[in-house]
Every structure is written in C-alpha cells, then in structure tokens.
C-alpha cells in the first residue's frame, strides 16, 4: 500500500503565495512521475503540473509562470510553491502518483485526500 499525505493548504489573499508538500509513504522503491491536480466547485479536475524523478517538469496553462512543481526524491515528497495566487486557483489541490514501483507489485493511480486552497479577492 502507498499513501500520499498532502499538506499546506489554507486561506490566502489574492496576490499572496502558499506552498503545498505531498509526501508518500509506504514500502515504496521509486516514484518516476508524481503530480498536483486541482478540482474548483462545479468544475472537473484538472491537471496543475508533474514532475518526473529526473527533475522534467509540465504545467497546466493556467499556472504556468506562477507555480513551481519540485520533489526530494530521497523523501518522496513533492512540493508545490504557488505564487501571485488569484481567486481563480481557489480548489482542492490533490497529489498524485500514476506508477509507484514497490518491492511487490507496482500501485498505479494512487491520489491524496486532497487539501483545500482558498484564494479570498
């Protein structure tokens, strides 16, 4: 089994800045891609940014140049820094991990319980 623990959510200003971290935890041997997603009230989840173990970066249209995806590999911990933060980036921002390679079988698809960001205008 593999968990992902997010944390760092929380309530900011409009044109404020908060930092996400996601941490896994489990018999894991290595996680090449992890990720954030976020999904707003009535919208569909939605793809913020990933990162593979090497360090490749990809971000969604809406956050690129204000976010900043990064991970420690030995921790197996992903972070996300969010900066200029608008109301629009209000939502529940869930970590992800499409392929965790274990000691047994690999888990594909695993997701945090996601932690909400709120962006007051």
């Known amino acids: 089994q593999v968990q992902l623990v997010e944390s760092g959510g929380g309530l900011v200003q409009a044109g404020g800045s908060l930092r996400l971290s996601c941490a896994a935890s489990?018999?894991?041997?290595?996680?090449?891609?992890m990720g954030w997603y976020r999904q707003a009230p009535g919208k569909q989840r939605e793809l913020v940014a990933t990162i593979t173990s090497g360090g490749s970066t990809n971000y969604g249209d809406s956050v690129r140049g204000r976010f900043t995806i990064s991970r420690d590999n030995a921790k197996n911990t992903v972070y996300l820094q969010m900066n200029s933060l608008k109301p629009e980036d209000t939502a529940v921002y869930y970590c992800?991990?499409?392929?965790?390679?274990?000691?047994?079988?690999?888990?594909?698809?695993?997701w945090g319980q996601g932690t909400r960001v709120t962006v007051s205008s």
């Open positions: 489990g018999v894991i041997f290595s996680i090449n891609t």
């Open positions: 992800n991990a499409p392929r965790v390679i274990t000691t047994g079988r690999p888990i594909f698809d695993s």
